[in-house]
């Protein structure tokens, strides 16, 4: 039987419990063993058929499941059971009535199941009794999204990320109290009040724990901060391919890049974020970045815990927002991602960002040629196949587009006694062309964005007032004919 890592069964102290040192992130490998056969779990869909929220209506409760289904198929579980559960009241103490609760009780002990998985958020009161009506471990929606980013994250920041959301998680299962363990009584007699509850050293111990893992996050977010400014100083803007979980971004992040990241057809493929240079038609060059997958109900706590990791699409110039256009949920998927980006304070109607209508090769003649024309006739659109590379070169260009108003074309002619400042913008210019003169000088076209403009302007001022120079006279120029 499964050791179960989200609910609290036991003292947390040093030496005994759970030993979140070394537990922390690895909680996959309890529920699933190579060596092993994989554990058979049941997953149950609670349906309230009452709630009119903004979720429950963007999704049909078969869409729900299949999610759900392909959740636990992440980390390799073995589904063999899978409900959806009408619920037109809501019980406390259980989620569902005692009848119900007693048919599941009896199709878990026929089908041998070891692992409940409940696609809703139980409070631990909730988890607790239906884990002791079952007699089966029971994992809810967030308890399982944790255990998928535990066993993907890679990078030290991810493992950290991770551990933070999962220590943060546990802290509100601490339901028992362990009075056996209880410290005890200070002073004489009835004098002194009660010492430290188990529960109360648990938690103290938990918070310690979340407190050193802030610490760390703290220096790898500064280090992070750093590597920004650097991109900030450097004269390749950044893309950031944003989108729901499964919806082709690292496959299209492949294509474009000519990369080689774990793209496969499985939710949170990927986790940690990736950065590649991409060179776009015009010569230009880009910094294109891939970001961790969304979801719907995504924990509050695991996006404040990669907030240092989902910020660098606010750094991003230009943001592309990839549509599995395929999926029949294609719709609720979009508003989903919308929503944890507005959580992080930004919002995805700029013109400076791009929808990518991806998956095409998998619509029938009708529905391909209704996307066409939807991309064709919007200018932040674009229809692509990130699987067969259709599309991708007509993004790329889109995208180039973009950063057209962004760059200040300069042009200058340079004898052979600036060579250091030929140098210099053949470093950090874009689509640098160049003319040589009889008498032996430089006429150079060559375009720069803000940041390096000003960087020429203050290194060669001479140089930057006759390109200014020349770009009046040929304005004039333009004027008068």
Same mark, same amino acid.
């Given at each position: 039987m499964p050791t179960d890592k989200t609910t609290y069964d036991g003292p947390l102290q040093e030496?005994?419990?759970?030993?979140? /040192?070394?537990? &922390?992130?690895?909680?996959?490998?309890?529920?699933? !063993?190579?060596?092993? +056969? $994989? *554990?058979?779990?049941?997953?149950?869909?609670?349906?309230?058929?009452?709630?009119?929220?903004?979720?429950?209506? =963007?999704?049909?409760?078969?869409?729900?499941? %299949?999610?759900a289904v392909g959740l636990a198929a992440?980390?390799?579980? #073995?589904?063999?059971?899978?409900?959806?559960? $009408?619920?037109?009241? @809501? =019980? $406390?103490?259980?989620?569902?009535? *005692?009848?119900?609760?007693e048919e599941i009780r009896l199709m878990l002990a026929e089908e041998e199941i070891e692992l409940v998985i409940m696609d809703t958020s139980l409070n631990p009161g909730q988890h607790r009794n239906l884990e002791r009506a079952w007699k089966v471990k029971v994992l809810d929606r967030t308890g399982l999204i944790l255990e998928i980013f535990g066993a993907r994250a890679r990078t030290r920041e991810g493992r950290l990320q991770v551990d933070l959301a999962h220590l943060n998680f546990q802290k509100s299962r601490l339901v028992r109290s362990w009075t056996h363990l209880e410290r005890q009584r200070g002073g004489a007699g009835f004098l002194g009040g009660p010492g430290e509850t188990q529960i109360e050293s648990d938690r103290r111990f938990l918070e310690d724990k979340i407190i050193r893992l802030n610490k760390q996050l703290d220096k790898v977010k500064r280090t992070r901060e750093l590597h920004r400014k650097n991109r900030r100083d450097a004269p390749y803007p950044v893309v950031a391919l944003v989108g729901y979980t499964n919806s082709g971004k690292s496959t299209l992040f492949n294509r474009m890049a000519e990369a080689e990241v774990m793209a496969e057809d499985l939710l949170f493929a990927t986790l940690d974020p990736t950065m590649r240079a991409v060179t776009l038609p015009s010569g230009r060059r880009i910094i294109l970045s891939d970001t961790v997958g969304f979801i719907s109900d995504l924990p509050t706590h695991l996006v404040a815990a990669f907030r240092a990791t989902l910020e660098e699409v606010l750094e991003a110039?230009?943001?592309?927002?990839?549509?599995?256009?395929?999926? $029949?949920? *294609?719709? +609720? &998927?979009?508003? /989903?991602?919308? #929503?944890?980006?507005? &959580?992080?304070?930004?919002?995805?109607?700029?013109?400076?960002?791009?929808?990518?209508?991806?998956?095409?090769?998998?619509? /029938?003649? #009708?529905? =391909?040629? +209704?996307?066409? !024309?939807?991309?064709?006739? %919007?200018? !932040?659109?674009? +229809?692509?196949?990130?699987? *067969?590379?259709?599309? @991708? /070169?007509?993004?790329l260009e889109q995208i180039d587009v973009l950063f057209a108003d962004t760059e200040n074309h300069l042009s200058l002619t340079l004898t052979p006694e600036d060579g250091a400042a030929m140098a210099w913008l053949y470093r950090h210019g874009q689509n640098v062309e160049q003319e040589i003169t009889e008498e032996g000088d430089t006429i150079l076209d060559v375009q720069l964005n803000l940041a390096n403009l000003g960087r020429f302007e203050k290194q060669y001022p001479k140089l930057a007032k006759q390109a200014q120079s020349n770009f009046e006279n040929a304005t004039n120029l333009d004027a008068d004919e």
């Open positions: 030496g005994e419990g759970v030993d979140f /040192d070394s537990q &922390q992130g690895k909680a996959h490998s309890e529920f699933h !063993n190579e060596a092993e +056969a $994989p *554990t058979r779990v049941c997953v149950l869909t609670p349906w309230f058929k009452g709630n009119r929220s903004a979720e429950n209506l =963007r999704r049909t409760p078969e869409e729900r499941m %299949s999610e992440a980390i390799k579980l #073995d589904v063999v059971q899978s409900q959806i559960i $009408p619920l037109s009241t @809501v =019980r $406390p103490a259980t989620l569902m009535g *005692t009848g119900k609760l110039k230009v943001v592309v927002h990839v549509r599995d256009i395929s999926h $029949p949920e *294609t719709a +609720a &998927q979009k508003l /989903d991602v919308i #929503d944890v980006l507005e &959580q992080l304070g930004m919002a995805l109607e700029d013109e400076k960002n791009i929808e990518v209508l991806n998956k095409i090769d998998l619509l /029938d003649e #009708d529905g =391909r040629a +209704a996307v066409l !024309n939807e991309a064709e006739l %919007s200018a !932040n659109k674009s +229809a692509v196949s990130a699987m *067969t590379g259709e599309g @991708v /070169d007509a993004l």
